[in-house]
Each structure stands twice: as structure tokens, then as C-alpha cells.
């Protein structure tokens, strides 16, 4: 009996479109590429199509075998699992085609990126976060309420999303789960507003707030009147970027980048979240 035709979204836009989208956002994704063909079959070697859980972009000339190829790409995205397979068709026998031909496509899975890192603020530190986080594997989205906060070298960089962000709240909905956020907003209301909407999700892996010692006893309390409990609020880093003095932007950056990276989630060391710092020093020394 012929397997069940996976359900599926044909888009308009080309491979190499989606395929730069995809990447640049680091949502999960396939490309499959026909690399050999023997016989009379649908498309010639190079063509290709993008796959992800929900949608195809382009085509590999349809029937059976092009279906057969988007439900085993969408099996090795399931797994989260990167890398190449190579997958052999004859389309006569396997696909059940009239052609008869002798198809070999190469699948590329790219399960995306394991990390967000949401920063609210577009000052001089939130820019230097965002080149600092650059060559990271991570999805940046990058979040402020004034307009035109953004600088132009952010148009069109992979990995990062700027996002027009009046209303707190909504913007912190918004947001997926796990996500690692850090808030250096140029107002302490509207960093008070985020940190009590972040908190209120339960489902955000790690939040800092830049500030003082000072900035915290007073968004502590604050916090604990609007109903979070001592618990929550221990799990709130402030002040992030201990920097040894050094107060210029890139140098409290930089030492906030690397308070967060013990507590993100990697292949080789899986997740971090919950370790306290006592057990992070003795994981990572």
C-alpha cells in the first residue's frame, strides 16, 4: 500500500529565498538536492527544494517521490539532528512512478539554532551585545520602543531580528519559550515592566538586568508587591556585566555575554539551567 502523502504548504517563494530566510533566522530547515539521475525522470541534477515541518519552497517535480523526499527530510528534522543523507529512488520501483527513471537526493538538515537570546534595548551596550553575539550560533531578537532605535548595519544580518517594541507585555508574549533574556532598556520603568512580564511567563530559561545594586533593591521590592515570590526573583541576574571596573559599553558587554554563556544550552554539554554558580564554576573549570 503506498504511504500516506505527507500534508504540506506549497509557497511561492524560491529555494535559495527560504533557504537565506531560514538561515538567517535560524529556524530548522532541510535542503534537498537531486545529485544524480539516470533515465527519464522529473527534474535534472541541481535542482533543489527547501523543507520545513509546515511548508516546501520549490519543487523536485512532484509525484511520489517528491513526497517521499519531504517525509524523510521531515523525519531527520524531528530528530533535531544536523547532517547529510544521501537518498536513493528508483522511481519504478520505490515510487511507484510511470517514468522509470533513477533519482540519488542528498538531504542537509539544519536543526536550527538551540538558543534565543531576546535584549531589550538598542543603547550603546544592547549594540555591542548583538556584534558580540554575532558568531554565536544563537537567534537574536533584538527589541526596543523607540523608533528608528536600530542602527543600519542591522538590516539583513543573519541570525537577528530587530523588533519595534512599544508595549512590553506584548512584546515579552511574543517571545518563545526558553528564551535567555537580557534588559538594558534606556527607561527603569519600562526595564520594570519587562522584568515583571519575563517573570510572570515561568518559562524563561535565564533573565539579567543591567543596573546597580541600588536599581535591584528597588525592582525587588517593587516586584515582590506585584505578587512574585523571593524564589523568582532570586533567579534574576542584576547587575550582569561585571566587568572589573571597566564601565565603557563594550566591556560590560562582553562580561555580560560571558556570564550568560555557562547557562546556555549546547550539544557537547546539554542544559545548564538550575545550576547554581557554585556548581557552573566546578562544570566549567
Excluded at 232 to 246: A, E, F, K, M, Y
Aim: aromatic fraction near 6%; proline fraction near 7%; charge should be negative.
Amino acid at each position: 500500500m503506498m504511504a500516506r502523502r505527507p500534508e504540506r504548504e506549497r509557497r511561492p517563494e524560491s529555494w535559495h529565498a527560504a533557504l537565506h530566510r531560514l538561515q538567517r533566522d535560524g529556524l530548522p530547515h532541510a535542503l534537498a538536492t537531486q545529485v544524480t539521475s539516470a533515465g527519464s525522470t522529473p527534474r535534472e541534477p541541481g535542482a533543489r527544494m527547501v523543507i520545513t515541518a509546515d511548508a516546501v519552497f520549490d519543487t523536485l517535480g512532484g509525484g511520489t517521490f517528491e513526497w517521499q523526499t519531504i517525509a524523510a527530510a521531515r523525519e531527520r528534522l524531528a530528530s533535531g539532528e544536523p547532517g547529510m543523507t544521501l537518498e536513493a529512488f528508483s522511481l519504478g520501483g520505490r515510487s511507484g512512478q510511470c517514468c522509470g527513471g533513477f533519482v540519488n537526493v542528498l538531504i542537509e538538515v539544519f536543526p536550527g539554532s538551540r538558543t534565543t537570546l531576546a535584549i531589550f534595548g538598542a543603547g550603546h551596550v544592547g549594540q555591542e551585545l548583538v556584534r558580540l553575539a554575532a558568531p554565536l550560533p544563537w537567534r537574536v531578537l533584538w527589541h526596543d520602543s523607540r523608533d528608528d532605535a536600530f542602527p543600519d548595519w542591522a538590516a539583513g544580518q543573519p541570525g537577528l531580528e530587530c523588533r519595534h517594541a512599544p508595549d512590553p507585555q506584548a512584546a515579552v508574549a511574543a517571545l518563545p519559550a526558553g528564551v535567555h533574556a537580557l534588559v538594558l532598556t534606556h527607561d527603569h520603568a519600562e526595564d520594570r515592566a519587562l522584568v515583571d512580564a519575563l517573570l510572570g511567563r515561568a518559562d524563561t530559561a535565564s533573565l539579567g538586568l543591567i543596573g546597580s545594586k541600588s536599581k535591584w533593591a528597588s525592582f525587588r521590592t517593587r516586584l515582590r508587591a506585584a505578587g512574585h515570590s523571593d524564589e523568582t526573583l532570586s533567579g534574576v541576574r542584576c547587575p550582569i556585566g561585571h566587568s572589573g571596573g571597566d564601565k565603557t559599553p563594550y566591556a560590560i558587554a562582553l562580561a555580560a555575554l560571558a556570564e550568560l554563556l555557562p547557562l546556555v544550552e549546547t550539544p557537547e554539554r546539554g542544559d545548564q539551567r538550575g545550576l547554581d554558580p557554585d556548581e557552573l564554576r566546578r562544570v566549567f573549570s
